[in-house]
């Protein structure tokens, strides 16, 4: 019995340093699946031995919210809802009545307050009795009305979140590939918790209100559908929801976990809820849950299999990722072959070694995990150098998470912006190299240079065994590759990644010394600044930048694979000039936005990235639409033109 009692002392401890993790710093150390076995276990343990300690997750909800923000108490306990991954369970829960069945949103929960059709408070759940004010924040949440026609005081809740169709847009904004944010729902937490709202507005988070907890004088004839349908005509959007009984509850789960995967808002379940308020009610509450509702967790779809490497991916902040390659598996519909380990402590967790049997699900139907270890022979061989440059790895340790690193600050994977920049379409243009894919070859250490992208040859055989590759990946990136050594001086200046250079600079440059690109490499600052447009600043990291040994023997080795032609400017006019443009949408005569804005440039005029007062001229096909571009260009008077509009005009 003491064994026991010390495991539920040590599972209290796991879990309330994930639920610490995940709500207030937004970090999460151990995956759902997890989370919730070691949560049924401490379960468990507590009903066999009666033990259950004053700060077990089982009894306390949520965890203390941080304390930047001014924290206040909610008028009533914000509970937990009792969870399930049976759908016969759901139908018993059910019994005779009709229910609400509707996504599980996966954000952050907020409480609205709404006084005279005004919105006057929102707080975030927190430690689901005392949340964060954040009502500066709420108010630039996209969908949330301000002002609704009821006039008495009105309490929602609901919840806040990014879609994954605007969370893709944010990061592929962010260059940085170790910038970039995880997932929505920790993007969306850190987003409402703001200090400064215009942060927030930027993020596009949404609000789905998933329940009425005070109102006066409605009648909503005792019927939760009714109180949505009333939200709704308030002008809130709620949560999707089907009207189910126990008899159609399996049918319409089916239906659920059909759509999620396409579903374009974070969910990690459902929700069953009785239509019946009064029924609902009458039922009361335990300490932890209410009785009127309760979750479905997604049944995760298992499959056993065998561990066949773990591939170690340096990254440009240092740290060196472990994924897990696993002999391929079909999840959920599809194939999978890799999971995400994260760090060296789940490593050590999971007691990994080649050659164990595991097994395999996708959290929330979509991101692969590894659920359980079958062998456990911790055989696996942390490196003990980085596998892209060689240097001895670091092993660091930050709040107890183990973390393998390169402490070499030249290691090229640290410097990975710089070879997705040459491979771009503007610089080299070669085709089919992924950011992924060089991740993978600097991590092999295939390339430690620009130059070593003409020589991948040397690892065919290397290359075409890897995963995710083969003898068709390998002759399609060897074709790009040789077809790029076809090139010109622009592209290869453009390319080497110098400060505040690119492809407009690297064009003026080159007309200006036609095409002699080691009169370039040998050019002043003086005589640099005599360019149009090349100021000081442009001038000096041009002429510093030639001047680092380093960098001038590693353009040595790049000219040596690639030959250089002089470009035909015969089509080039200025009759652009002093013009700024700025494109956006989809275009239907240029292949892409690249190529309009190579002609908008060879013609003199410039191509900017937003809408601003110098702006001559917003390219878009759809003018009547309401992005954020044209409502910009509207106020500042500036003329929206679509692509027919500015061949005509400009042709």
Same mark, same amino acid.
């Given at each position: 019995?003491?064994?026991?009692?010390?495991?539920?002392?040590?599972?209290?401890?796991?879990?309330?340093?994930?639920?610490?993790?995940?709500?207030?710093?937004?970090?999460?150390?151990?995956? /759902?699946?997890?989370?919730?076995?070691?949560?049924?276990?401490?379960?468990?343990?507590?009903?066999?031995?009666?033990?259950?300690?004053?700060?077990?997750?089982?009894?306390?909800?949520?965890? +203390?919210?941080?304390?930047?923000?001014?924290?206040?108490?909610?008028?009533?306990?914000?509970?937990?809802?009792?969870?399930?991954?049976?759908?016969? &369970?759901? &139908?018993?829960?059910?019994?005779?009545?009709?229910?609400?069945?509707?996504?599980?949103?996966?954000?952050? $929960?907020?409480?609205?307050?709404?006084?005279? #059709?005004?919105?006057?408070?929102?707080?975030?759940?927190?430690?689901?009795?005392? #949340?964060?004010?954040?009502?500066?924040? !709420?108010?630039?949440?996209?969908?949330?009305?301000?002002?609704?026609?009821?006039?008495?005081?009105?309490?929602?809740?609901?919840?806040?979140?990014?879609?994954?169709?605007?969370?893709?847009?944010?990061?592929?904004?962010?260059?940085? !590939?170790?910038?970039?944010?995880?997932?929505?729902?920790?993007?969306?937490?850190?987003?409402?918790?703001?200090?400064?709202?215009?942060?927030?507005?930027?993020?596009?988070?949404?609000?789905?209100?998933?329940?009425?907890?005070?109102?006066?004088?409605?009648?909503?004839?005792?019927?939760?559908?009714?109180?949505?349908?009333?939200?709704?005509?308030?002008?809130?959007?709620?949560?999707?929801?089907?009207?189910?009984?126990?008899?159609?509850?399996?049918?319409?789960?089916?239906?659920?976990?059909? +759509?999620?995967?396409?579903?374009?808002?974070?969910?990690?379940?459902?929700?069953?809820?009785?239509?019946?308020?009064?029924?609902?009610?009458?039922?009361?509450?335990? &300490?932890?849950?209410?009785?009127?509702?309760?979750?479905?967790?997604?049944?995760?779809?298992?499959?056993?299999?065998?561990?066949?490497?773990?591939?170690?991916?340096?990254?440009?902040?240092?740290?060196?990722?472990?994924?897990?390659?696993?002999?391929?598996?079909?999840?959920?519909?599809?194939?999978?072959?890799?999971?995400?380990?994260?760090?060296?402590?789940?490593?050590?967790?999971?007691?990994? #070694?080649?050659?164990?049997?595991?097994?395999?699900?996708?959290?929330?139907?979509?991101?692969?995990?590894? !659920?359980? /270890?079958?062998?456990?022979?911790?055989?696996? +061989?942390?490196?003990?150098?980085?596998?892209?440059?060689? $240097?001895?790895?670091?092993?660091?340790?930050?709040?107890?998470?183990?973390?393998?690193?390169?402490?070499?600050?030249?290691?090229?994977?640290?410097?990975?912006?710089?070879?997705?920049?040459?491979?771009?379409?503007?610089?080299?243009?070669?085709?089919?190299?992924?950011?992924?894919?060089?991740?993978?070859?600097?991590?092999?250490?295939?390339?430690?240079?620009?130059?070593?992208?003409?020589?991948?040859? !040397?690892?065919?055989?290397?290359?075409?065994?890897?995963?995710?590759?083969?003898?068709?990946?390998?002759?399609?990136?060897?074709?790009?590759?040789? $077809?790029?050594?076809?090139?010109?001086?622009?592209?290869?200046?453009?390319?080497?990644?110098?400060?505040?250079?690119?492809?407009?600079?690297?064009?003026?440059?080159?007309?200006?010394?036609?095409?002699?690109?080691?009169?370039?490499?040998?050019?002043?600052?003086?005589?640099?600044?005599?360019?149009?447009?090349?100021?000081?600043?442009?001038?000096?990291?041009?002429?510093?930048?030639?001047?680092?040994?380093?960098?001038?023997?590693?353009?040595?080795?790049?000219?040596?694979?690639?030959?250089?032609?002089?470009?035909?400017?015969?089509?080039?006019?200025?009759?652009?000039?002093?013009?700024?443009?700025?494109?956006?949408?989809?275009?239907?005569?240029?292949?892409?936005?690249?190529?309009?804005?190579?002609?908008?440039?060879?013609?003199?005029?410039?191509?900017?990235?937003?809408?601003?007062?110098?702006?001559?001229?917003?390219?878009?096909?759809?003018?009547?639409?309401?992005?954020?571009?044209?409502?910009?260009?509207?106020?500042?008077?500036?003329?929206?033109?679509? +692509?027919?509009?500015?061949?005509?005009?400009?042709?």
């Amino acid at each position: 019995m003491s064994d026991k009692k010390e495991r539920i002392r040590e599972l209290v401890d796991i879990l309330n340093k994930a639920s610490k993790a995940y709500y207030s710093e937004d970090v999460e150390i151990m995956s /759902n699946f997890e989370y919730d076995a070691l949560y049924d276990e401490l379960e468990a343990l507590e009903k066999e031995t009666g033990l259950v300690l004053s700060n077990s997750p089982t009894v306390n909800v949520g965890y +203390e919210s941080a304390a930047e923000l001014v924290k206040e108490a909610h008028d009533s306990p914000m509970l937990s809802l009792d969870k399930t991954k049976e759908p016969a &369970a759901l &139908a018993a829960f059910l019994g005779t009545q009709k229910g609400l069945l509707s996504w599980k949103l996966d954000g952050l $929960t907020i409480v609205l307050t709404y006084e005279n #059709g005004k919105l006057v408070k929102a707080v975030t759940r927190g430690n689901g009795e005392i #949340g964060e004010v954040v009502t500066s924040n !709420a108010k630039t949440f996209v969908n949330l009305p301000l002002s609704i026609s009821y006039q008495g005081r009105l309490v929602v809740r609901g919840e806040s979140v990014i879609k994954y169709s605007d969370f893709k847009e944010i990061n592929e904004r962010i260059e940085d !590939a170790d910038a970039k944010y995880k997932n929505p729902r920790n993007l969306c937490s850190g987003s409402v918790r703001q200090l400064d709202p215009k942060i927030t507005a930027e993020r596009k988070v949404n609000f789905f209100a998933f329940s009425l907890e005070s109102s006066e004088d409605i009648d909503f004839h005792n019927s939760n559908e009714e109180r949505f349908k009333w939200l709704k005509d308030q002008g809130f959007e709620v949560v999707p929801y089907k009207v189910v009984t126990a008899e159609t509850m399996e049918e319409t789960v089916q239906w659920y976990a059909k +759509e999620i995967q396409k579903f374009d808002v974070p969910s990690d379940g459902l929700v069953l809820l009785m239509d019946d308020i009064a029924y609902g009610q009458s039922l009361g509450r335990t &300490a932890k849950f209410p009785r009127n509702s309760i979750a479905f967790k997604w049944k995760d779809e298992i499959a056993e299999t065998s561990l066949t490497e773990v591939e170690w991916s340096p990254s440009r902040t240092g740290l060196i990722n472990p994924v897990a390659i696993f002999e391929p598996v079909e999840l959920e519909g599809t194939t999978v072959s890799r999971a995400s380990v994260h760090n060296v402590s789940i490593i050590e967790s999971l007691k990994l #070694g080649i050659g164990d049997r595991i097994t395999v699900y996708k959290a929330n139907m979509i991101i692969p995990q590894i !659920a359980e /270890n079958l062998t456990s022979s911790g055989n696996l +061989e942390i490196p003990k150098v980085c596998p892209a440059c060689g $240097t001895q790895t670091v092993i660091k340790q930050d709040n107890g998470v183990k973390t393998l690193t390169c402490p070499n600050e030249a290691c090229p994977a640290k410097k990975i912006k710089t070879f997705v920049d040459f491979v771009s379409r503007n610089a080299m243009n070669i085709e089919g190299i992924s950011e992924e894919t060089l991740e993978k070859f600097i991590g092999h250490g295939f390339i430690s240079e620009f130059a070593d992208l003409f020589k991948l040859d !040397a690892h065919k055989e290397q290359i075409v065994n890897m995963s995710g590759f083969g003898e068709k990946s390998y002759e399609n990136i060897i074709a790009s590759v040789n $077809t790029a050594r076809e090139t010109t001086p622009s592209r290869v200046l453009n390319g080497l990644g110098i400060a505040g250079f690119g492809a407009a600079n690297a064009k003026a440059l080159c007309k200006y010394f036609k095409d002699d690109f080691a009169a370039i490499r040998k050019a002043s600052a003086e005589e640099l600044t005599e360019i149009e447009g090349i100021g000081d600043v442009l001038a000096k990291n041009l002429v510093e930048y030639f001047a680092n040994p380093e960098k001038s023997i590693a353009v040595d080795h790049l000219l040596d694979e690639v030959h250089l032609n002089v470009e035909d400017r015969s089509g080039d006019t200025n009759t652009l000039e002093g013009m700024t443009f700025v494109i956006t949408g989809s275009l239907t005569q240029y292949p892409n936005r690249d190529a309009l804005k190579a002609e908008i440039e060879s013609k003199g005029g410039k191509v900017a990235g937003s809408v601003s007062s110098k702006t001559s001229f917003l390219i878009n096909n759809d003018i009547n639409s309401n992005s954020s571009k044209n409502n910009n260009a509207k106020k500042l008077g500036v003329p929206i033109i679509t +692509e027919q509009d500015y061949i005509e005009k400009f042709h």
